[in-house]
């Protein structure tokens, strides 16, 4: 039975799109180009990413600013209106809920949480849970889930300054152009579609993230595949998501962070700023991270021609377990295969050789430090 299929999908199956599963919806895998290709381009031009599939929750009310107090693991309280926060939202055992962009739409009042798509039913329960649990719903602050009504699509690259520029009134163009990483405009429009616009991504490059209503996602791609033709501009699926992402050492839920990992285990400490904040992890973050966290997430550049995937074991080189590989691929930017791998801290410092488990075979490979790839650095 398919999944789920956003409002995108047509468009996509005529671009040639190859569809995979992913957290009960159908995706793109990739295009007529290819994952490489679709990643190059990113990394040299443009891509255009279809992610309507990620959920959008909305926190409201008089007591909204509180609630995110309470709920955020990332400090929140200087936000104010066009400002968008990356966050951990944490259970009180310090493990980790779900990672979230947070878009400050009116301070104290409104936010808007955008969610990964497998979690989006989960995260809104937890959260009306905690709200309820510590009185802050009745001091006015609720959940509404807002996934149906949002389309997102993601404009990556280099190029995406000016192929976005192309679609913005005159007046426009200037004001976008100098959105600084983690701001955004609301109720702009590109070609003519009402959307918001955030410097935000998940690619590890510049880029925009453009949120709108489903009905006008089409209008919204067209133009924006249409603009940066001459560009480089390629449509691109998840493989090209997951390949930029692990370059650039972003955690993917599910992988590198679950309800057993804290943020400090997955190289998230510079999120964390729950000290002299009523937060709902904070006790439990303070605590650990006063202790030193028990494991560590270390980067890995398998021999060639290995490709480390997840769940494999890494050992040392006498044999002794060190921990387990959480994403692992081949990393089009640096041509050889590179993985992200939890271990136990302190054992497998930056210049040390592990050995990884792959189909039973024992590969030797060499702790580097994060990220594989920045840009400006690449």
């Known amino acids: 039975m ?76 200087g936000l104010d209106a066009g400002m968008a926060l990356y966050t951990p939202l944490c259970r009180r055992d310090a493990g980790t809920q779900d990672d979230a962009v ?23 329960a937890w959260m009306r849970s905690e709200l309820d649990e510590t009185g802050i719903a009745a001091r006015g602050a609720e959940i509404v889930d807002e996934s149906a009504r949002t389309a997102l699509v993601a404009l990556q690259g280099p190029a995406a300054v000016d192929i976005l520029g ?10 976008v152009a100098a959105l600084r990483p983690f701001t955004f405009r609301a109720g702009g429009a590109a070609a003519g579609v009402s959307c918001l616009l955030a410097r935000t991504g998940y690619t590890g490059e510049d880029g925009f993230e453009l949120a709108c209503a489903p009905q006008d996602a089409g209008r919204l791609w067209d133009a924006l595949l ?3 033709q001459e560009r480089g501009l390629l449509p691109c699926g998840l493989g090209a998501r997951d390949t930029l ?11 590198e962070l679950d309800l057993e990992t804290s943020p400090l285990e997955a190289r998230l400490g510079r999120f964390v700023r729950v000290q002299g904040r009523h937060c709902c992890a904070g006790d439990a973050l303070v605590r650990q991270a006063a202790a030193g966290p028990e494991r560590a997430l270390v980067g890995l550049l398998p021999q060639p021609p290995a490709i480390a995937r997840a769940g494999a074991v890494v050992r040392t080189p006498a044999g002794e377990p060190l921990g387990v590989v959480t994403s ?17 801290r302190g054992q497998a410092p930056i210049g040390s050789v592990v050995v990884v488990d792959v189909r039973g075979r024992a590969v030797r490979a060499d702790v580097v430090r994060l990220p594989f790839y920045a840009r400006g650095k690449g």
């Open 166 to 175: 192309a679609l913005l009134p005159a007046g426009e163009r200037e004001p």
């Open 328 to 344: 692992g691929t081949y990393a089009p930017t640096l041509g050889r295969a590179v993985a992200l791998a939890r271990c136990r």
């Open 245 to 255: 992402r692990l370059e650039a050492a972003l955690p993917l839920y599910g992988h």
């Open 2 to 77: 398919p999944g789920r299929r956003t409002s995108l999908y047509e468009r996509q199956r005529a671009l040639g799109a190859s569809f995979a599963p992913f957290a009960g919806w159908e995706l793109p895998l990739q295009y007529a180009a290819g994952i490489l290709a679709e990643h190059r381009a990113v990394r040299c031009a443009a891509g255009l990413f279809d992610v309507s599939h990620m959920g959008a929750l909305a926190l409201r009310g008089p007591a909204a600013g509180e609630a995110m107090d309470w709920l955020c693991v990332n400090d929140p309280r």
């Open 102 to 124: 947070a878009y400050c739409l009116e301070p104290g009042r409104s936010y808007l949480f955008i969610v990964n798509a497998a979690n989006v039913e989960a995260d809104a």
């Open 226 to 228: 249409a603009a940066g």
